[in-house]
C-alpha cells in the first residue's frame, strides 16, 4: 500500500536560515509527489509536485524539492526562511486511483 | 487565477441533522474529491467523482455520505445523520482533466462542528 511519512512533527527555523521538512513515501511503480501548504484556517495550497524528470522540482514562494528515488524521499527546501513561511506543511503520494495520500503534516515555525 | 470555492465555510450541526456541503470546482476540472481533516490529524480521502459517479471511495464514506453534481458546476457532499465523529475539516479538490495534469486544487474548506 502507498504511505507517506513525515518523521517531525515540527520544525524550528530562524529566519535567513536554510530550512528543510522531510518526507519519506512508499508506492509500488513510479511516484508521482506533491507538497502541499495549510496556513491557519486555510486549504491546502499547492507548492510543488514531481511526475517525472529532473529529481530537482522547483515551485512557489521559493520553495523547492529534491526526488531521491534511492532513498524514497521527497524534503522540501528553501535556503532562506521568511516568517511568513510559518505553516503546516504536508507531503503527498498520488497512489494508482488518483486519490492523494497525505502524511502527517509538519509544523514549521520560522522565528524571526 | 480560478479556484476552488466552498460554502459554508463554517457549519454547527446537532447529532443527527442532516448537512449538505457545497463546492465549486474550477470549471474545466472533470474530476472531483472530497476529503476531510479532524482536528489535529491527517487529511483523509474521502471520495472521488468522475463522469457523474463515484470512482472510488474510502471506508469512512459508509451509507450515511453521498455526492452529487446537481448542476453542471456544483459539488455537493450530503451527510444524512451527524454523529459526533464528523466534526472535521471537509476540503473539496478538483483536477484537470487533461493527461499528465495531476495537481489537484483544493477549497478553503468548511469546518463542520457536530454536536
Known amino acids: 500500500a502507498q504511505s507517506v511519512a513525515q518523521p517531525e512533527d515540527q520544525v524550528n527555523v530562524a529566519e535567513g536560515n536554510p530550512l528543510t521538512v522531510k518526507c519519506t513515501y512508499s508506492?509500488?511503480?513510479?511516484?508521482?509527489l506533491f507538497w502541499y501548504v495549510q496556513y491557519p484556517n486555510r486549504g491546502l495550497q499547492f507548492l510543488l509536485k514531481y511526475i517525472t524528470g529532473d529529481n530537482l522540482v522547483k515551485g512557489s514562494y521559493g520553495f523547492e524539492a529534491e526526488f531521491n528515488k534511492s532513498q524514497t524521499s521527497f524534503h522540501l527546501k528553501k535556503p532562506s526562511a521568511l516568517v511568513s513561511d510559518s505553516a503546516l506543511y504536508f507531503c503527498?503520494?498520488?497512489?494508482?486511483?488518483?486519490?492523494?495520500?497525505f502524511g502527517q503534516g509538519t509544523e514549521l515555525s520560522v522565528k524571526p | 487565477e480560478p479556484e476552488v470555492t466552498q460554502t459554508p465555510s463554517h457549519q454547527v450541526t446537532q447529532m443527527g441533522q442532516e448537512v449538505i456541503l457545497r463546492c465549486v470546482p474550477i470549471s474545466n476540472h472533470l474530476y472531483f474529491y472530497w476529503y476531510r481533516q479532524i482536528l489535529g490529524q491527517k487529511v483523509e480521502f474521502l471520495v472521488s467523482f468522475y463522469n457523474n459517479e463515484i470512482s472510488e471511495k474510502s471506508e469512512i464514506f459508509d451509507d450515511q455520505f453521498s455526492v452529487e453534481r446537481p448542476d453542471g458546476s456544483n459539488f455537493t457532499l450530503k451527510i444524512r445523520s451527524t454523529k459526533l465523529e464528523d466534526s472535521a475539516m471537509y476540503f473539496c479538490?478538483?483536477?484537470?482533466?487533461?493527461?499528465?495534469?495531476?495537481?489537484?486544487?483544493f477549497g478553503p474548506g468548511t469546518r463542520l462542528l457536530v454536536l
Open positions: 503527498a503520494v498520488r497512489d494508482a486511483g488518483g486519490k492523494l495520500i
Open positions: 479538490a478538483s483536477r484537470d482533466r487533461l493527461a499528465g495534469t495531476e495537481t489537484q486544487y
Open positions: 508506492v509500488s511503480g513510479n511516484p508521482y
